[in-house]
Structure formats: structure tokens, C-alpha cells
């Protein structure tokens, strides 16, 4: 079975820095996606990035990039220049590249942005 | 334009008392997702359907149903709602490339 495993609980950032997030997961499969979901308080979860995992350049999407390491099984994110904007709950999900239709999230990290 | 529309946000039930939530989507795909979420945690996968195929995840309770009646809508019809369903309830489709789009929710009040 599969599980994603998100460290950190809570972090906080200065406002212009930039921060890291870990997530790291567990599976036998070779072919699957992973992404990161960003859910701002009492607002909708929306998709971050995604990256397949045959794909061996990292995903980036404007201030967001993946530092995606296969082997070692871990899928960091790192959100460049934080704004306040930023806040928010962010999870880490795994998806296998066929058959169930099912996402596996890992239990969330909450950043802070600090003005 | 919102994909995944559900109605409504907000919804105060009493205990006991049936409920039933919506959840419309515009991406005709054919899978379809319903999740709770409690406060500060990640997604709990309820139930999916791949068109008209129902899964049903092992913990879900007998409590919590389902219905499609086509492509565009899906349904989650709570039977007696307790104190402990208090929850957001989210619905989720995908685009043909596996990514998850999620509604706004539904947030649950049980009295």
C-alpha cells in the first residue's frame, strides 16, 4: 500500500522568502503522479503543480518548483519569494498512473506567511 | 468558469434528520469523487465513481450514500446524520490527465 508522509505539521516564512516543504511517500509502483494542492483558510483546494514520475525534470509553475528525487522516494515543494497570498494548507498527494482513480494525501503542512 | 460547482455551502441539519448534498461538473469527465474533510486534516476519500460504477471505500459508513443520475451530477445522501458528520464535505472530478479539481464544499452543521 502507499503512504505520503508530510514532516512538518506547521511552518512560517518571512514575506520575499522562500521556503521549502517536504513530503516524502512509499510505493512498489514505477509509473505514477504526485502534486501538490494548496487549500487557503475556508477556501477551495486548488492544484499546485504536478509532476509524472517517468519525467525526470523537476515541475515548475511561475514561483513553485518540485525537487522531485525517485529514488529516494521525496517530492519537495519550494514556493520562491512567499507572499501573503501563500498562507495556507498545503498537501501532498500520489496518484498511481493506472487503475484506481484514487489519490493518497499525506495529513498537510500549514505555512504561514508573515508580513 | 467553475468546474465543480456544489450547493449548497452551507448546510445546518438536525441530528437524526436526513440530508442530501449536490455536486455538478462541467468537465464531463467520468469520475467522480466524494470527500470529508474535518478541520485541519487532509481529504477523506468517501466513494468514487467511474461512470455509473460505484466504489465504495472500506470505512465508509452504511450512513453515507451515493447517486449519479448522469455524467454532469452526483449526489451524497447522509441517512441519519450524527454529531461526528459534521464536516466539510468536498466533491472532486478529474481531467483526462489525473488531476483532481475539487468544489468549494459543503460545510455540514449537525445539531
Known amino acids: 500500500a502507499q503512504t505520503v508522509t508530510q514532516s512538518q505539521p506547521e511552518m512560517s516564512v518571512q514575506e520575499a522568502e522562500t521556503v521549502t516543504l517536504s513530503c516524502t511517500y512509499d510505493t512498489s509502483e514505477n509509473n505514477y503522479y504526485l502534486f501538490w494542492y494548496k487549500q487557503p483558510p475556508s477556501r477551495q483546494m486548488i492544484l499546485v503543480i504536478r509532476q509524472e514520475a517517468y519525467k525526470q525534470q523537476n515541475a515548475t509553475e511561475n514561483r513553485f518548483s518540485v525537487n522531485f528525487q525517485k529514488a529516494a522516494k521525496s517530492f519537495s515543494l519550494k514556493i520562491s519569494d512567499s507572499q501573503l497570498g501563500d498562507t495556507a494548507m498545503y498537501f501532498c498527494a500520489f496518484m498511481k498512473h493506472a487503475g484506481t482513480y484514487k489519490y493518497i494525501f499525506g495529513t498537510g503542512t500549514r505555512l504561514k506567511v508573515l508580513a | 468558469d467553475a468546474m465543480v460547482i456544489q450547493n449548497p455551502r452551507y448546510q445546518v441539519t438536525q441530528f437524526g434528520k436526513p440530508v442530501t448534498l449536490s455536486c455538478s461538473q462541467t468537465l464531463n469527465h467520468n469520475v467522480m469523487y466524494w470527500y470529508q474533510q474535518k478541520s485541519s486534516q487532509a481529504p477523506k476519500l468517501l466513494f468514487h465513481?467511474?461512470?455509473?460504477?460505484?466504489?465504495n471505500e472500506a470505512d465508509t459508513p452504511d450512513n453515507f450514500q451515493s447517486r449519479r443520475p448522469n455524467t454532469s451530477f452526483c449526489f451524497l445522501d447522509i441517512r441519519s446524520p450524527g454529531l461526528g458528520d459534521a464536516a466539510m464535505y468536498l466533491c472532486a472530478t478529474t481531467d483526462r490527465q489525473e488531476t483532481q479539481y475539487f468544489g468549494p464544499g459543503t460545510r455540514l452543521l449537525v445539531l
Open positions: 465513481y467511474y461512470d455509473k460504477d460505484f466504489n
